[in-house]
């Protein structure tokens, strides 16, 4: 039988290696710009970034809230001067909703470009019935990939 001195005895030699003991090296990838890096290559900002990050997960197709995240209306945010526009204007057109159509080279339109942080056109913000915006599209195909999640019944005509 083992003396009370020698378990703290192996008791101290265990924690000293404890102490000792370091760790394998692990590789962590994350996506950045469309393609995987490892986080060893990124610069000291890029990492302090990554370390910020936060992750959510999207609500479910079972969200009971689900009704109050039915489409209502949309507003089209463009320029006049702007190529890729008149397609989506023709798309948004033919939506059985309701919308506005916002240029935002008028003051007025700006304003309102800048309250929902809209960066470029076109743009389309579709809001619920409470008026948030609930999905954002910029292209014809954006918009055609919205069709199956957005709450609410698209023609048949696109």
Same mark, same amino acid.
């Given at each position: 039988?083992?003396?009370?001195?020698?378990?703290?005895?192996?008791?101290?030699?265990?924690?000293?290696?404890?102490?000792?003991? /370091?760790?394998?090296?692990?590789? $962590?990838?994350?996506?950045?710009?469309?393609?995987?890096?490892? %986080?060893?290559?990124?610069?000291?900002? #890029?990492? *302090?970034?990554?370390? %910020?990050? $936060?992750? @959510?997960?999207?609500?479910? *197709?079972?969200?009971?809230? #689900?009704?109050?995240? &039915?489409?209502?209306?949309?507003?089209? @945010?463009?320029?006049?001067?702007?190529?890729?526009?008149?397609? $989506?204007?023709?798309?948004?057109? /033919?939506?059985?909703?309701?919308?506005? &159509?916002?240029?935002?080279?008028?003051?007025?339109?700006?304003?309102?470009?800048?309250?929902? &942080?809209?960066?470029?056109?076109?743009?389309?913000? @579709? @809001?619920? #019935?409470?008026?948030?915006?609930?999905?954002?599209?910029?292209?014809?195909? &954006?918009?055609?990939? %919205?069709?199956?999640? %957005?709450?609410? /019944?698209?023609?048949?005509?696109?």
């Amino acid at each position: 039988m083992r003396t009370l001195q020698e378990i703290d005895a192996e008791l101290a030699q265990l924690r000293a290696q404890m102490e000792s003991v /370091q760790g394998t090296e692990c590789e $962590v990838y994350t996506r950045i710009v469309g393609y995987y890096r490892s %986080l060893r290559n990124w610069n000291k900002g #890029k990492k *302090e970034e990554y370390r %910020l990050r $936060v992750t @959510f997960d999207p609500p479910k *197709e079972e969200d009971p809230n #689900k009704a109050s995240r &039915q489409v209502a209306e949309y507003r089209y @945010f463009y320029r006049k001067t702007c190529p890729n526009c008149p397609p $989506v204007k023709e798309y948004v057109s /033919q939506l059985p909703l309701s919308g506005k &159509q916002v240029d935002v080279d008028t003051e007025e339109g700006l304003s309102e470009a800048q309250m929902y &942080q809209i960066l470029s056109t076109p743009t389309v913000l @579709f @809001f619920d #019935k409470n008026g948030r915006p609930i999905h954002e599209a910029h292209t014809v195909d &954006q918009l055609e990939d %919205l069709r199956p999640r %957005l709450s609410m /019944q698209w023609s048949d005509s696109h």
